[in-house]
């Protein structure tokens, strides 16, 4: 009886012991020196794409940094993006005047942002105020991700209520359907 239970026993270590994993040990995540050449950060998640546009907050002398909002020849004057048809998703041909707007308000942690989604009149009134805000949301989304906060943001939709068209073209349609980036004071 003695032999069977120690049988029996051993067979139950024996058991447990194939069963046992052994812990995995997990490295941390890799660390890139960006003071070496080639290291750091890429400009641009999407490839084939360059990096971010350099934005000059300012000229020198010109006191604010705010005074590039209205530079006819700096990046950060353009403040409309447009949407194609029924879409809200931002078009490659505005990701750099987005970005541009992001890092002025990464800069500019003072500063704030009031985002105006706009649609044509084409579609119920309930349906263009909801697409306004998936286009206003889209662009905030975005510069939030490149590092804008937040609470510099407001987002909010118009409907059809604000055009910069009143024909019934496809080219005035094409006008009304944007996002305007208003900073603090202009709204």
């Not at 950060?41 to 300012?58: D, H, I, L, N």
């Not at 353009?78 to 931002?90: A, E, G, H, P, T």
């Not at 905030?140 to 937040?150: F, H, N, Q, S, Y």
């Amino acid at each position: 009886m003695r032999a069977i239970l120690v049988t029996a026993l051993t067979a139950a270590a024996m058991l447990l012991a194939a069963c046992a994993t052994t812990p995995e040990t997990q490295s941390g995540a890799g660390v890139e020196d960006a003071t070496k050449p080639g290291g750091g950060a890429k400009p641009s998640a999407v490839p084939g794409k360059p990096g971010v546009a350099r934005v000059e907050a300012g000229k020198p002398g010109a006191g604010s940094p705010f005074a590039a909002l209205k530079d006819p020849n700096n990046i950060m004057s353009r403040r409309s993006v447009y949407f194609d048809y029924d879409q809200y998703d931002i078009k490659d041909e505005y990701r750099k005047v987005v970005e541009a707007h992001a890092k002025f308000l990464r800069e500019n942690p003072t500063a704030k942002m009031l985002i105006q989604g706009n649609a044509d009149e084409r579609g119920s009134r309930e349906y263009n105020v909801g697409l306004g805000q998936r286009r206003s949301d889209s662009v905030k989304k975005m510069l939030t991700i490149l590092g804008a906060r937040e609470d510099q943001i407001e987002s909010v939709s118009l409907g059809e209520e604000k055009p910069s068209c009143n024909e019934h073209t496809e080219a005035c349609y094409a006008k009304n359907r944007r996002d305007d980036m208003l900073y603090s004071g202009e709204y």
